[in-house]
């Protein structure tokens, strides 16, 4: 059975910085493109980036690029995504998945990241 | 404002029929293949439907999907409270490179 386990979520101070972690079993890890969606709170899903499975493609939301970074650790089975510069628009659950076709067919249960002084 | 375009809410009654729009252009579900997810209220979302029409191990035929042209719908047929959710559809827009997904439908079985 798939299992995404998503940590590293919590309260931080605008200007700082995160990094979430997607830890993965029941799959091989390796071999399958991953991603990261957000849902701000009340609000709709949107797309934040996603990997390739040797890690060497790496795509991005307009919004992401320049302050989010994906990356990954196939000997760990373990997909991060960085963020630096937090806003307060950044406040959201991020839920990390498995890439199907460009979409999602396992979401992780998710992480909360809130913004705030 | 999301690429794909979804209606807000739609309603009907236990046991009934709804269908839920997902309009996008060429490059997105024009090109690619259409996907659906069931969010329950405090949950991440589900896989209902992928590649337009196909339920995953576990999910009922009253879920179905079709896709024409720039255009998906999901329908939902013998309504049940617990459908009661929010609904995305998503797929990959190749001309941006990005994920994409439409705004989300709130769906109520009165």
């Known amino acids: 059975e798939v299992q995404l386990v998503e940590s590293g979520g919590g309260l931080v101070q605008p200007g700082g910085s995160l990094r979430l972690s997607c830890a993965a079993s029941g799959l091989t890890f390796s071999t399958y493109w991953m991603q990261w969606v957000r849902q701000a709170p009340g609000k709709g899903l949107v797309w934040v980036s996603r990997?390739?499975?040797?890690?060497?493609?790496?795509n991005y939301a307009d919004f992401a690029k320049g302050r989010f970074t994906i990356s990954r650790d196939n000997a760990k089975n373990t997909l991060y995504l960085q963020i630096s510069s937090l806003r307060a628009e950044d406040t959201a659950v991020y839920y990390c998945?498995?890439?199907?076709?460009?979409?999602?067919?396992?979401w992780g249960q998710g992480t909360l990241v809130t913004v705030s002084s | 404002q999301s690429v794909l375009t979804q209606p807000p809410s739609v309603s009907a009654a236990p046991g009934q029929k709804v269908t839920i729009s997902c309009s996008g252009g060429?490059?997105?579900?024009?090109?690619?293949?259409a996907y659906w997810y069931q969010q329950l209220p405090g949950t991440a979302p589900k896989l209902l439907i992928y590649?337009?029409?196909k339920r995953p191990s576990g999910i009922p035929d009253r879920f179905s999907g079709s896709k024409s042209g720039t255009s998906a719908t999901l329908a939902i047929s013998g309504l049940q409270t617990g459908d009661e959710a929010d609904y995305y559809c998503?797929?990959?827009?190749?001309?941006?490179?990005?994920?994409?997904f439409g705004g989300g439908t709130k769906l109520t079985v009165l």
């Open positions: 990997i390739k499975y040797d890690g060497s493609i790496t």
């Open positions: 998503g797929t990959w827009d190749s001309g941006l490179s990005v994920g994409v």
């Open positions: 998945g498995k890439d199907h076709w460009g979409m999602i067919d396992f």
């Open positions: 590649e337009s029409n």
């Open positions: 060429s490059s997105n579900i024009g090109n690619n293949n």
